[in-house]
Each structure stands twice: as C-alpha cells, then as structure tokens.
C-alpha cells in the first residue's frame, strides 16, 4: 500500500502534465481538421472561384440540402450510391455557379429583399414549390372548398409542426424547401434579365421556313480516304500539334483530366449460392404448402413484403403467370428462377375481376391529414343532399358538392386498373372491382390520409378475367461472404503483385484479364463511366503519378460489389492537349485524312463529270432525292452540312460537277439534278404555334449557356483530398 502511495505522491504532477498534454493534442488536432483548420495550414475548400473560397462545410450542408429534398421528391425511396454520386457534384456544381452568378447579380444590383422572401412563401403568389408542397401524395395548402392555394395555410402548417412530427424530420424538410425556393431567387431574375429580352427575329423564322421549302435531286459519288494506304502517308509531330492549335477550341483542355486503365473484379454467385438460395426455399416448401398464415412466412422469410394485392395476366409480369394463374387454390409452385432471383408461388386466392373500371363519384371530408375539416353529422347531410341532386344531375351535383377537386373537370369520373386498386383506399376498391356495372353506393373511408363519405357510380368494366392472391417467397440469387472474401483475395493479389506499370500490363495479358478504359476523368467528378460513384478513385489518380497502380478499390454498383484495380495512364493539365498514346491516335488520323483528301482532290482535278470520277476511282454514283437546305443530313451520305449548303448555292449550276467537300470520312463529288420549292402547308395557327416553339427554344438555349459561359471566363480550382 505504502509504495502506491509513494507513486501517487511523487508522480502525480507528472501524470497530471501528460494528461493535459493530450488534451491539447486533441483539441488541436480536432481544430486542425475544423473551421480554424486554416490557422494550422490546412485548406478548408473544396474549389477556389475567382479567388474566393468555397467551404467544405459549405459543401456538407449543401449536399445534406440536396438529401433531404431527395427524400421529399422520391417520397422516400432509398438513397444508393449512384444517386449519392449525382447529389454530390449537383451541390458542388450549384456551389460553384452560384459563387459566379452572385458575382454577376451583386454587379448589376439584383438582391432579393425580406418583403419579398416573405411573399415567397406566405404571400398570396408564394413560389410554386411551396404552392405545391405535399405531404404524403397530399397537398397541404389547398383550401377545401375553393380548391385554391390558401396562403393562411402555410402559418397554421408551420405552428402544428411539432404535434404532426415530433421527430423533428419533417420540420427539417420543411426549413429545407423555403431554403431552397429563397436561394433560387436571385438565379430566377438573373435568368430572367436575359431571357425575358430574347425574342425571334423575323428574318430567323422566314429563312427557316424557306429553308424548308427549298427541295433538291442530286447524284453523289464518294471517294473513301480508306483507298490510300495509311503507311504512305506520313505525320509528323509537328503537323499534329500545328492541326491542334488551328483547332483549339476543340484540343484545348479547360480543367486537368486523368486517364485510368483497370481491372474489375465482379463479385458474382458461385453454384455454392445457388444451392444455398434453392435450398432455403426447399427447406420452407412443406410449411409454405400447409400454412394457413402464409402472409406470416413470406414476411419472415423472403426478400420482398407479402402483398394482398390480386393480380392478372397483364399485371402479373412473369414468364410463368399461365402456369400460375390457372393453378387451384391452395398449390405451390417452384422454386423457379427470374430475373436474378428464386421464388416459391402459392396461390391463396381467385376472383374474377375487371382489368379496368370506369367510375364516377362525389367526395365529402371529414378528415384530411389528420385535421378535422367537419363534423361527420354535417358531413353525411351533405352527402346526403349530394346523392339526392345526383339522381337527376350527377355532373351538377359533383360541380356543387364534391370536395375532390381534381374530378370536379370530368364530372367526377375516373378510369382505374387493377394494379392501381391497392393504392385506392380499401372500401372505394373493393366496390368498384367487386360490383358490377350500373351499381350505385355509399361507402365511409377512414384511413392515414382521410376520412368521409364516398357516393360511388360504376360506369364500366372493361377486360374480366380470373385473378389470383399470390403469395411469394423470393430468394435473391447473391454473393454469400465465401465469395465475396475470395473475390476480394484474387484482387488484392493481383494488386500486391503487380504494383509497377510493366507488371500491371504484363500481368494482364498473361492472365487473360479485360483492361478497362476511362478517359477524361475531371477533378470535381463523382463517378467514372463504366464504374460508377468512384470519388476515391478519381481522388487517388489526382495524388498519383503516371504509371502508378492503385491498392484495391470497393465499388457498389446495382448489379452487386466490384473490386478495381487502377493504373493511372495519362494525365493532362490545363491547355492544349498533349500528344500522348491516347490522344494521337484521334488527331493522327484527322491530320492524315485532310492530307488523304488533298491527294484525291489533285488526283481528279481534271475530272469533268460523275462518270469519269467513277471509272477511275471504282466507286459508284448514288442518288438522292427530295432532301432540303434546312438538314445537315443526305440520306445516301450522311452528315455533311457544308455540302448540304454548297448544293443550295444560287451561283452552284445544275448538271455541273462540284469541287470535291472532305467528308467525314470521303471526299464527295456531286452534281445537282434539279432545284425546286415545296410549297407552304402551314395555316397562320400552326406558323404562329412554330414562331412561339422557335423563340422557347432560343430562350432555354440563352438559360442554359449562362452558367458555362462564366465557367470559361472565371478561373476556378478544386481542392481533390476535400472531395
């Protein structure tokens, strides 16, 4: 005891020190990696606009925004990688367009002030989205007996928040979507500076229109760069880099990009995982047959939910849905194999029902999303009065009753099928599939989304077969863990043996492996074509030197997990593109075909007509007829728009030969056979609905260049590991 004490005593002060020393480290190190990461040298930005910065916890937030929008867009379906992939760079994007055209908006004034965000969302002109924000399919701000927007609504939503979800999710969403509608204002007006101003000039619609009618008959002969040896015509360097600058807004590299080549190995179903998902079905095929709860077994056992829906020939989307309907009730069938998975069937139900209904009816609430809307006795009197007037004005009493806004137009009418009978609610459903044609009921709804009266007509039934209630047991066919671990293994070998460029190549031609290709991979992208969400990869190949080879790499994909393997094998900064083994190939072969075309050109120079050109080239003449001036296209040569124009030429004679065009990928001679104008079909009604199509698409052309047309005036940079 004495000696501890003694160790307490004497090193107490010492422990105290390392302690907080610790403390400190920590606390350091957690600002390092914080907002005051700046204050210890490190970059908080993910990418630099014009010099100034964009935060990675700018970032965070705005990809979380996105999440959650998402998840209100998606009426919640799953978030998988790909999307995840799309979400990420739609944020950085928007961050990024939006740092340029703020600049612009702060230039030219353009604010957005409290008044008007306040009319955004609670005014009686509130942006669309809020107009049309739902809940569950619903709309929320719908005044019930006007079926207006009712922008008192929008408070009222705002202070039952808590009581409709106290986890706080939907409030989140809410702060989310006004957010949203504020922050895209000033993007709106910026837009709307320009576009508003953009109107079609008269003589653009009348040469169109003339263009149109201006029709031709020409003979074509096509003399091919592939009739000259490509080993006797040579390409410098020089040549290759001299055809770049002369056609640099094509060659010239705007931001870095990385060239990968890799490997992947796909994590597939062994006979091991077949045996295993046919042996689970097998193993339940006894209890599934005598089961009176099978609801209950495919619930416990199977990768999708029971459900009671009936199904037909048309709904039912199988290979086997003959076999299946027509089984008794009570019989299983399978297991049997589709579409990737194994499934057992047991028919527990048949009816027989319509494929479609045609049904009219009148809607009067008691309830909607849970907020009292009227007293049920005032309700059923209503309904009441409704049933009454509808004896002799169905359509009246529809336009005067119904509180179901979105039939009011067709005299309350809808047409449903079978498949959609699930989403209906349960008692309007039932009647309408399991009544017959001219029946008229009331029926009481009560579910989650509302409640009141339904007076329902059935005006037709169309397509009445026999359906069945099936109950399915799936088994997706997938990797289990043995093989996944050894798919994993024959990766990280290949991998750990072949880390220098020269075995990566070797060992793939000795292994007979596919080497994949990826070009132009940019330093903000998300996913690699081919790959899918890869940011770790591209962030790697961005830290890497060329020849490097990547550790082993994790990638989701919806088929299953893939393992890559990655060397990087070309890099390209900002500028022209240098020549490397991936580029040269593409410009080599430009540079030798208009040199293959100057050679052709002199070869027939003295030629006087098709024919004559035909005989020496051992080509043949080909016609086409009845094309216009206004398509880049000729049926018989494909794209060829300067040819097309120099047909058109007023100063071109018919029946004369033509210089010869350097095609795409002949040279091309042509005579012109005749020129003639169709005359004009169009009424003032379809020209002035022309007019109008034309100018929207001038304006959504001028909307979407804005953010790319600052993008190649600003200087931007990412910031890769903040990626």
Sequence with gaps: MSVIQKIRTRYAKLAGFVIALSLVGFILMDASNGPLGSLFGRDNAVAKVNGDKIDVKDYSLKVKDYEVIYGYTSK???????????????????LVNNKLIMEECEKLGITTTPDEEKEMIYGANA????????????????????????????????????????????AEEWETIKNYVKNSNALRKYNALFTKNV???????????????EMANARFIKVPY????????????????????????????????????????????????????????????????????????????????????????????????????????????????ENGTYKMVKVIDKKVLPDSVKSRHILVRTEAQGQAI????????????????????????????????????????????????????????????????????????????????????ILEQSGIETAAKLAIISKTLAPGDNTENAVYAKASEFAGKNATQKAFDEAIKKQNLNKRIADNIKEN???????????????????????????????????????????????????????????????????????KAKMIQDKYKSATSLEQIAEMAKQPIVQSDSFNASSPFINTIGYEPKLVGYIFYKDFKTNTLSPGFKGQESVIYTNVLHRFTMPSKETPEIANQMRMMMGMQMRNAVAGS??????????????VANL
């Design 76 to 94: 919640g379906r799953a978030l998988d990688d790909a999307t995840r992939a799309q979400i990420n760079q739609q944020a950085l994007n928007d």
């Design 706 to 719: 804005f953010a790319e047309t600052l993008k190649r005036k600003a200087k931007i940079s990412y910031n």
């Design 374 to 457: 009227s007293a049920d006795s005032i309700a059923k009197k209503k309904i009441d009065s409704a049933i009454a007037m509808a004896a002799t004005d169905f359509t009246g009493a529809v336009t005067k009753y119904s509180e179901d806004e979105g039939s009011k137009q067709t005299g309350g009418e809808y047409t449903f099928t079978l498949q959609q009978k699930q989403g209906l609610s349960k008692e309007f459903g039932d009647f309408i599939f399991d009544g017959k044609a001219g029946e008229k009921k009331l029926v009481k709804v009560e579910n989650d989304n509302y409640a009141g009266y339904h007076y329902i007509e």
């Design 226 to 337: 592939a009739t000259i040896d490509d080993k006797s015509v040579s390409v410098k360097d020089d040549e290759l880099i001299d055809y770049m600058k002369k056609h640099e807004s094509i060659y010239k590299i705007t931001q870095p990009i990385r060239n990968l080549e890799y490997v992947a190995f796909d994590v597939l179903p062994t006979a091991e995982d077949t045996a295993r998902a046919l042996g689970a079905l097998n193993q339940l095929k006894t209890d599934f047959t005598n089961t009176t709860d099978a609801e209950s077994i495919v619930n416990r056992n199977s990768d999708e939910q029971y459900n009671p829906a009936f199904v037909n020939k048309k709904s039912f989307m199988s290979a086997y849905a003959d076999t299946i309907l027509r089984l008794p009730v009570g019989t299983v069938y399978g297991p049997y194999f």
């Design 199 to 213: 109107t079609l000039p008269s003589f653009v619609y009348n040469r169109d229109q003339k263009d149109k009618s």
């Design 127 to 170: 942006d669309p989205v809020i107009q049309q924000y739902q809940i569950q399919g619903q709309p929320i701000f719908l005044n019930q007996q006007s079926g207006m927007f009712d922008p008192q609504m929008v408070k009222g939503f705002e202070q039952q928040l808590p009581q409709i979800d106290p986890t706080g999710k939907l």
């Design 525 to 595: 992208d998300f996913s690699i074509q081919g790959i899918g969400n890869s940011r770790e990869i591209i962030r790697w190949a961005y830290e890497s030197k060329v020849g490097d080879v990547s550790p082993v790499f994790t990638v989701s994909t919806a088929a299953g997990t893939r393992y890559v393997v990655a060397k990087l094998a070309g890099e390209q900064e900002s500028g022209l593109m240098k020549l490397d083994a991936n580029t040269r190939p593409s410009i080599e072969m430009m540079v030798r075909n208009e040199k």
